[in-house]
């Protein structure tokens, strides 16, 4: 059972950024897909942004180029960088692992775009 372990989250003013970052209990082999999705009170968990082992990303379209994927092998960590937030970012934002049938969620994490 992997354990995914999301830090990086906080409070920030608008146009700044954050860092999210994900962290795996134990390697990720292929294929597999990685992903970040957000939630606000009372809505649907969305689709943030998309990295899959073979090198192919998307984004929502409320992303609009302001946020970046990655994921670091050698680390099992897997990162969200969030730049230009707005107000309307503010979410929590979970990261999710998709290996082969198994899917794993990590808890959750505040990020908040407010002055």
């Known amino acids: 059972q992997v354990q995914l372990v999301e830090s990086g989250g906080g409070l920030v003013q608008p146009g700044g950024s954050l860092r999210l970052s994900c962290a795996a209990s134990?390697?990720?082999?292929?294929?597999?897909?990685l992903e970040w999705y957000r939630q606000t009170p009372g809505d649907q968990r969305r689709l943030v942004a998309q990295?899959?082992?073979?090198?192919?990303?998307d984004y929502g379209e409320f992303v609009s180029g302001r946020f970046i994927i990655s994921f670091d092998n050698a680390k099992n960590t897997m990162a969200l960088q969030m730049n230009n937030l707005k107000p309307e970012d503010t979410a929590i934002y979970y990261c999710?692992?998709?290996?082969?049938?198994?899917?794993?969620w990590g808890q959750g994490i505040q990020a908040t775009v407010s002055s």
């Open positions: 999710k692992i998709s290996v082969l049938r198994d899917t794993y």
């Open positions: 134990e390697s990720i082999f292929r294929p597999y897909i």
């Open positions: 990295l899959t082992s073979g090198g192919s990303t």
